[in-house]
């Protein structure tokens, strides 16, 4: 099960990446996708959304489940992936990289400690 | 945790890493590669799936047809020695006990297939209501059942048996076919909306019929499947699922299965008088499609409103994997059930516009 070291990872099996900028990216991991099963519908915020940590911005909805998305950190959005509106399946094939699902800017750092690092994530899903 | 049973075809589940849940009391597999790869390898190939949590009991005696008669809420009259007969059985109030399958011996020798949850209450059901001269047997933990589904399923089947499965028409079965050495019944039924066979055989040879398939219908594109393309599939073919578009409070008429209803067949059955009303004084709610116009996924249990008033709920719902279009069967007052009538669903807290639309949703062509 893939869970790269580069990222940080919430215990509802979303993944954090801080990029340059100071904004992150976030989106549903490996283990997430592969407990769904196809993925077939995904649901995200308005930009300029004002999410705190533990907030629903959204969901991922599998043939037989609806999942929801739960905001890992404090943040607005400042950009959101449409292009899963219509390529959902990017989720199963691609968690980390083209199925990133939103972007937030003025994020509260504070909020990083409360993140598991791979080890841990990893651990967690045993 | 309830105590769960398991199926001929537990070691092979263990050994693919197959996820297994709680089905009707029964540990299956949701699904073995993924459900819409099995969906789609259904409709195009062909499909195996074991249902061996299905029940199954021996109506044998004096007077069996007479007693089903009184029992179900088809024409049991009409199915003859080799026939299998869909049906449904009522309360006296018009709900449903179950949908099942009544396979035809000869008139005082029956074999019915009900859904595993239902499997002790139907028996208990049929057991409170049968003459001396029946004798009512629980064969289900003996008796396994393989669904092999899809256009190119007898094809696949056809190469573990010397039998001329083609002769097996439509909803007809034949006795004592060797699938691979194995004294079965095969049946011409299926639960996808394709043409296909289930496969009755004794419990402890499923699994080495099973394996002949997967290795002779590879070749055909057959592959095995789970409880979620089942489901799909089903749905997309409009076949009521027992639990959802059926239950103990609605009735086969307002599911849609009114052609397995039939109240002018000279014997009574429980239920028919329920049943009449229900029909003659036109039905107050039932089942219809839904296709949702807003990007949203209708799911079991969605209210269903027309502006401020509930009007039903959404009995199964998921995004077609043939047609590509989120869609839902719903029961609704028939008030709002004209095709092309918008109505709003509730999903999760925001309401979304969907139009009702014809049924099934998938018919092979």
Redesign the interface.
Known sequence: MSVPTDLLYSKDHEWVKKEADGKVRIGITEFAQKELGDIVFVELPEVGAELNAGDSFGSVESVKTVSELYAPVNGVVSEINDELEDSPEFVNESPYEKAWMIELESVDESAFGQLLDAAAYEKLIG | MPDLKITPLYNYYKSQNAKLIDFGGYLLP??MT????EHHAVRTAAGIFDVSHMGEFGVEGEGAQQFLQEMVTNDVAKAHPGDALYTAMCYEDGGTVDDLLIYCFDTNHYQLVVNAANIDKDFNWLSEHAPQSINLTNRSEQIALLAVQGPHALNSVQKITDYDLTSIEHFKFAKHVSLNGVDSLVSRTGYTGEDGLELYCPWDQACSIWNALLEKGASDGLIPCGL?AR??LRFEARLPLYGQELSSTISPLEAGIGFAVKTNKPIDFIGKQALITQKTGGLKRKIVGLEMID???P?SHYKVYAGDKEIGEVTTG??A?TIGK?LGLALLNSEWTKLGTEVDVDV?GKRKKAKIVKTPFYKRS
Request: aromatic share 0%.
């Open positions: 949701v699904q993924g459900i819409k790869n979620g489901d799909t990007r949203a996924i799911r998921t995004q994997p989120n999760r």
